[in-house]
T-cell receptor, first 111, second 113 residues
Framework: GNSVTQMEGPVTLSEEAFLTINCTYT??????LFWYVQYPGEGLQLLLK?????DKGSNKGFEATYRKETTSFHLEKGSVQVSDSAVYFC??????????FGKGTKLSVKP | DVKVTQSSRYLVKRTGEKVFLECVQD?????MFWYRQDPGLGLRLIYF???????EKGDIPEGYSVSREKKERFSLILESASTNQTSMYLC????????????FGSGTRLTVV
């Protein structure tokens, strides 16, 4: 079946540090992949997506590349800010058209 | 700006009560979804709907039902609330597979006492 595994948090970084949040998946075929972000007290927001192998999604300085060889979609940012503190979810789209999510990784960025 | 609105931000109900969680979207989206979010478990799909009066079970439908009488409204029903249904409930909608992904509401935190 389909599944998404992402690194457990919490992740604590200093401002301007480099961020990587690992995400790997198991799926039949090549599903679309997503990163969502949830700020405190809010619902989830789409951060970026990739629909096929080798696609790179990017938004707000965040990037993730769809790697079919390693079944991965790791989230990266070169220089994090305090305002990036949030919970990040990796997700894949199943053949039925709905999403399954990883368990989420909480990021805290200290000034 | 597109919106998904959940009627209550916080809700406290008693065990055995019938509970209705309402979700309305203003984007003319065909697809609507209900998830619950629990610490350490992430989001789990309860029910979804791809059209009016249509519904499909998700991964954890037990103890829940849904209603979609109009395109813009998708209701989650807890037939007889139990304490293990205390959770954050998130509604989402989408136009179709992939293009824009989902738009989420802000969530309803339900406590069953």
């Amino acid at each position: 079946g389909n599944s998404v595994t992402q690194m457990e948090g919490p992740v604590t970084l200093s401002e301007e540090a480099f961020l990587t949040i690992n995400c790997t998946y198991t799926a039949t075929g090549y599903p679309s992949l997503f990163w969502y972000v949830q700020y405190p007290g809010e619902g989830l927001q789409l951060l970026l997506k990739a629909t096929k192998a080798d696609d790179k999604g990017s938004n707000k300085g965040f990037e993730a590349t769809y790697r079919k060889e390693t079944t991965s979609f790791h989230l990266e940012k070169g220089s994090v800010q305090v305002s990036d503190s949030a919970v990040y979810f990796c997700a894949l789209e199943r053949s039925q058209g709905n999403l399954i999510f990883g368990k989420g990784t909480k990021l805290s960025v200290k000034p | 700006d597109v919106k998904v609105t959940q009627s209550s931000r916080y809700l406290v109900k008693r065990t055995g009560e019938k509970v209705f969680l309402e979700c309305v979207q203003d984007m003319d989206h065909e697809n609507m979804f209900w998830y619950r979010q629990d610490p350490g478990l992430g989001l789990r799909l309860i029910y979804f709907s791809y059209d009016v009066k249509m519904k499909e079970k998700g991964d954890i439908p037990e103890g829940y039902s849904v209603s979609r009488e109009k395109k813009e409204r998708f209701s989650l029903i807890l037939e007889s609330a139990s304490t293990n249904q205390t959770s954050m409930y998130l509604c989402a909608s989408s136009l179709g597979p992939t293009p824009g992904g989902y738009t989420f509401g802000s969530g309803t935190r339900l406590t069953v006492v």
